[in-house]
């Protein structure tokens, strides 16, 4: 490992997929960059199924080896286990090997430059002239580095948020899953989503299934259940569905999804939020992936584009007011989703679902191209040349 040095353009705290995505992007543009991560390494303690939708696999260069087999067929199941078979003609989704991605970008990461910092946890900062002084720990030791800007890509709950006085997440669902290799389900490989109020109110319960893993789990809001009740409770409900008698756990999986919606308050001149830190994630669909990739290459943007003008209308560009337009159609979605727990409302909704006029609703739910906004390097210049201007 290079020698460390004290001092960085940009140091992003968190290496998920938003950190890892933001860092190789601020690389690649010239900057020094410092990745922070209190893991060790970064394929223990994985907290997301990994599903990537047709968008982000299009968009973005998922390396094929770190993505399952693809899958075109939904089942939307009933609380009394009523199925609605959903199929596309595309390949919708494919289930990451999400330690193998995050070691690859990391690997890509650092054979780019950027400097690697494991097992080593962001306590603070304090702000000085033009740059911050960061206090980080390894260990039972603390050192102090120097930046001139700073990237929360701390998760869900962000320190980094906190310290830097911007918005933190309030709404959550917390998912929990077990990961299987060997499991037996007939037919093509499949996403099957379970609306049922006791193991998963709020949200659903799910078996997510490629062919080579299976990742059955519950998620719902915190307040409403117990997750590591729910789950075998729905394992052994699905024990019709799926065989999972010779299968083999090889994980278990766990987190907290912020479902607020995008924050408003993402940016200021010392740093900003990128991934679940900045709540992005659909408030609807509970995924994360598509906004981890599409707002950390947006932030890259803005960061170098800042630090090379110092030009702090840049940052404006980088707000979640402005996302959040393009998320009120998935708000009221969640807030019916949290309102409809009652067994019988649920019956009577997939009873529609399974009309063939409403068969679309679903249709369009699951396998609709939507995703986190799109935000171009055209949107910073826009704020930049704002009237005025000369
Ligand atoms: C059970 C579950 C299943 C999910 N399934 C899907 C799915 O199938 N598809 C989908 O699109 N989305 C899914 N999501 C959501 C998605 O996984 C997240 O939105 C996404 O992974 C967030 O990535 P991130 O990089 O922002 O944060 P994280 O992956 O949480 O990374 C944050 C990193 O910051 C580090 N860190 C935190 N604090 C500090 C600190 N103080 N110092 C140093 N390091 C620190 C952590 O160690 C971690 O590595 C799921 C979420 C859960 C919980």
Known sequence: MPLMKTSYDVTIIGAGLAGLQCARLLVKQGLSVLLVDRKQTLDQKIHTTGIFVRRTLVDFDIPDDCLGPPIKHVTLYSPALRPLELASQYDEFRIGRMGQLYQRYLQQCVLSGVHWLPQTSYLSHSTGEGELTLQLSSGSSTHSITTRYLIGADGARSRVARDLKLELNREWIVGVESVFEGAVLDGPPRLLCFLDPKVAPGYIAWIAHDGEETHLGVGGYPSLFDPTAALPEFRSRVAGIIDLRKAKQIET??????????????????????????????????GGLDPCMRLSAFAANVVTQYLSTGDVRVLQAYSGELFRARFASRLWARRTASALRQRQLLELGCAFLRLPLFSRLAHHAFFARGSFPDVTPASVSSVIALPGDS
């Open 253 to 286: 999986r766990a987190g907290l999804i912020p479902v607020g919606g995008v924050l408003r308050n993402i940016a200021n001149s010392s740093g900003l939020l990128i991934g679940d830190a900045a709540g992005a994630v659909s408030p609807f669909t509970a």
